[in-house]
């Protein structure tokens, strides 16, 4: 019998939900002089991601590592699932930025000069999501570490478990180092290679391995529901404490194991067949990364128009309303182009069968 794990989708689409909460907040600031919700720790949805990526790669590709399997077949897995989206929308954003905004791409260093070689150079970082300070999708940085992660967990596969044994320890034992000697790196490629939250990932691996593996310590269901209702609670202090934005070693350590338990905790759920994940949830995770890619130019675009209509006709109008009416179009915009483009995208890149990235099966 194999399970389908419901709750990690629905993980997937709340952590889409506060990542946009959060930019829309930042967005409406900037143009509105008022923040949408003021929840200024709902930036962690990007970490949940992180920890989210690592368990599911685990499980699903640990018996590559242990057989060593085809580095070749996994590589195409992860570049289908993360470039040729991510290429549609780059394109939209850049053409967006070039014809419709002057070349402004919100970074005030970076202007969108076709004539200028400068432009072309950093152009070709953004396809490439090499890593580069600023990118023209403002949440690309975090699909260069997931880049990253990929291409660490393919020597893996390809050098055995041996290796792997042997070189993800150490590798999690220098970034500690370099973060605990206060060493600080000037150069871009140090700076981001030596990033603590890096460490987000190994411990998504470490959960994903011990639900693969070690199924008979997580039977429990009451085990499972305290993980949940305790790191909702952990989510819920941090950000009544902590709100400011955050990512030293302390709060990446601290987020990071909070976003193992409440993973793990929905994963064991989902096993013993507990509850039901709401349909709405599912397809808010199944759009997740089509939402993640298109909010930030949504939100830039609407709430720049909607400052300029307001201004112009002098009108005056409830802002939470107004701002939650950008938050739901932003949503339903970035589900839409999940069905109608992304969706049908991958099912022709991947000829024989849709596309998995929906639900992670489960051997029970």
């Excluded at 690309?140 to 880049?147: C, R, V």
């Amino acid at each position: 019998m194999k399970l389908k794990l419901q709750s990690l989708q629905m993980l997937r689409g709340i952590a889409a939900l506060l990542v946009v909460i959060y930019h829309l907040s930042a967005t409406t600031f900037t143009y509105f002089n008022h923040k949408f919700l003021n929840l200024t720790w709902s930036w962690v949805g990007v970490d949940v991601f992180f920890v989210l990526s690592g368990f599911l790669i685990t499980y699903i590709h640990f018996d590559d590592i242990i057989s060593k399997g085809s580095t070749s077949k996994y590589l195409k897995k992860r570049f289908m699932r993360i470039f040729p989206v991510y290429w549609v929308i780059l394109t939209s954003t850049v053409c967006i930025y070039i014809f419709l905004m002057n070349g402004a791409t919100g970074h005030s260093n970076q202007m969108l000069r076709l004539e200028n070689s400068s432009t072309w150079v950093y152009l070709l970082g953004n396809y490439a999501l090499f890593p580069i300070p600023n990118y023209v999708i403002g949440v690309a940085w975090s699909l260069a570490y997931e880049i990253l992660f990929y291409l660490l967990f393919a020597f893996c596969i390809l050098f055995g478990l041996r290796f792997t044994k042997s070189v993800v320890p150490l590798l999690v034992i220098s970034i500690l180092m370099v973060s605990f000697s206060g060493i600080r790196f000037f150069s871009f490629p140090l700076t981001f290679i030596s990033n603590p939250i890096i460490l987000e990932f190994f411990m998504g691996c470490l959960i994903g391995y011990l639900f693969k593996y070690k199924s008979n310590l997580l039977k429990r269901k009451h085990f499972a529901i305290t993980l949940v209702l305790l790191t909702v609670c952990c989510f819920v202090n941090y950000g009544i404490y902590n709100s400011p934005f955050n990512r030293d070693l302390f709060s990446l350590i601290l987020i990071g194991l909070v976003s193992s338990f409440l993973i793990l905790g929905a994963a064991v759920l989902d096993k013993s067949g507990l509850y039901i994940v709401p349909r709405p949830f599912v397809i808010l995770g199944d759009a997740s990364y089509a939402i993640y890619l298109t909010h930030p130019i949504l939100l830039s675009m609407m709430c720049r128009m909607s400052d300029k209509v307001l201004s112009g006709l002098h009108l005056k109008i409830n802002l939470s309303l107004l701002f939650t009416i950008i938050l739901i179009i932003t949503l339903l915009a970035g589900t839409i182009f999940h069905f109608t483009i992304e969706k049908p995208l991958l099912k022709l890149l991947n000829k024989k069968h849709s596309p998995k990235a929906y639900y992670p099966q489960v051997k029970v």
